[in-house]
């Protein structure tokens, strides 16, 4: 770091900007992908941000009421995800002209929203109740405590025959671990 004083204005440029960028790679999905919103909390350390996986490699795959979230059993983790569809209509809402800036900040948007969030199997506990989902960790604490896409609750987006047969798919695969 240079320590001669002069570079402290463009530091403090590169700072502010940085935090602007920040703040507006937050509010993006609602500024710059049309309709698209996703709302996401956790305080459980092993929700994981993984790669995009595909629904028909995982051992079973349901997708929400209005088809913009998939939830997968996997080998050793459940994962939810955008779905194709949403996905597609992200990028036909953000195909339009653009300036650098804003360029910039949907890749952020697009990358984040090609992820899927992951969880391992053996740690969690589900149940369908009251019309939800419930995932729940070995301490019983709630894995999400929001999780909302285009503000539907996704853990209440589900049909209840999908729901069931995801519940009891899980807790197959867990007994078959033990």
């Given at each position: 770091m240079c320590n001669c004083g002069?570079?402290?204005?463009?530091?403090?440029?590169?700072?502010?900007l940085a935090t602007?960028?920040?703040?507006?790679?937050?509010?993006?999905?609602?500024?710059?992908?049309g309709e698209l919103s996703i709302d996401l909390n956790s305080n459980?350390?092993?929700?994981?941000?993984a790669p995009r996986r595909n629904p028909r490699s995982a051992q079973l795959a349901?997708?929400?009421r209005d088809g913009s979230t998939v939830l997968m059993l996997a080998k050793d983790v459940v994962a939810i995800q955008l779905s194709d569809a949403e996905m597609a209509k992200m990028e036909a809402d953000t195909e339009?002209?653009?300036?650098?800036?804003?360029?910039?900040?949907?890749?952020?948007?697009?990358?984040?929203?090609?992820?899927?969030?992951?969880?391992?199997v053996a740690k969690l506990k589900v149940d369908y109740r009251g019309g939800a989902l419930q995932f729940r960790n070995e301490k019983s604490e709630p894995i999400f405590t929001e999780f909302k896409v285009n503000n539907v609750d996704v853990m209440r987006n589900f049909s209840s025959a999908d729901a069931t047969r995801f519940v009891n798919a899980v807790r197959t695969a867990q007994s078959r671990r033990n």
């Open positions: 002069g570079c402290m204005p463009y530091l403090s440029f590169m700072n502010r602007c960028a920040l703040v507006l790679l937050l509010s993006a999905p609602a500024v710059f992908a459980d350390s092993r929700v994981d941000l349901i997708t929400s339009k002209d653009t300036n650098f800036f804003e360029e910039l900040i949907l890749a952020g948007v697009r990358n984040f929203a090609g992820k899927s969030m992951e969880y391992p």
